[in-house]
């Protein structure tokens, strides 16, 4: 995939505004069981987390707080859950992401005591989605397509009970340079029902899973790779 230099300049001029938030599950509300920020998106002081060491890669906050939910969303095991995405919590379908900030778009889940007060810092978490780059389009851009409607499957063979999980976006276009990758998640609380418990997954920490030198994190995106492999764990499968 090749990329002018003057797209690479517009895609960096663009970054400041071009933010975007996993604000809702399954068609609810705005932040009704999701831990959005507490203000609009379009505002400049929401800003990507970039060092994958801090604490914030997990269910944002640092220089986004965000918003506590009592809500616990019931989900079943092996069904599909869908995770809208957008600019802002003010946006519609049409204005889920900048189309410059190119990069995948994963998912994670933790089992936890009590969803509504687990940080989600620390170990526990497994992916159970990713979409990176086919060669052609990347996760961003079928995203941007499904109207920042991300579709997942809940694990049929994971334990029933409560989890966070973790809606997350990487955008590449800075990513050439150290911390230049732009990491976007919040994390949704959810009860899972009808789980069989017959496999437990490998996981891993936040922070912890991610190095700044890894190759999906520091990556050029205007280099013309056909290839590329998302941070983190192997999607995790029954």
Known sequence: MKFSTSLAIA??????????????LNGGAIGDGVRVPSYDGLKPSLQPITEVTSNDIACNGGPNPTTATSKVITVQA??????TWRHSLTSGSGDVI????????????KKVSDATKDSGVGNGWFKIAEDGFD?????VDRLI??????????????APGQYLLRGELIALHGAQ??????????????????????????????????????????FNLYGGAKTYTPPGPSVFAC
């Open 11 to 24: 895609a960096a001029a663009s970054s400041a505004s071009a933010h975007t938030i996993f604000v809702s």
């Open 78 to 83: 092996g069904s599909t859950a869908k995770l």
């Open 98 to 109: 900048d189309a410059s900030h190119k990069g995948p778009v994963m998912a994670y889940m």
């Open 135 to 139: 060669g052609t389009k990347w996760g």
């Open 145 to 158: 397509a499904a109207a920042g409607v991300q579709t997942i499957t809940i694990p049929s063979c994971i």
């Open 177 to 218: 340079t150290a911390k230049g990758a732009q990491f976007y998640m919040e994390c949704a609380q959810i009860n899972v029902t009808g789980g069989s418990a017959s496999k437990t997954p490998a996981t891993v920490s936040l922070p912890g899973a991610y190095s700044a030198n890894d190759k999906g994190i520091l």
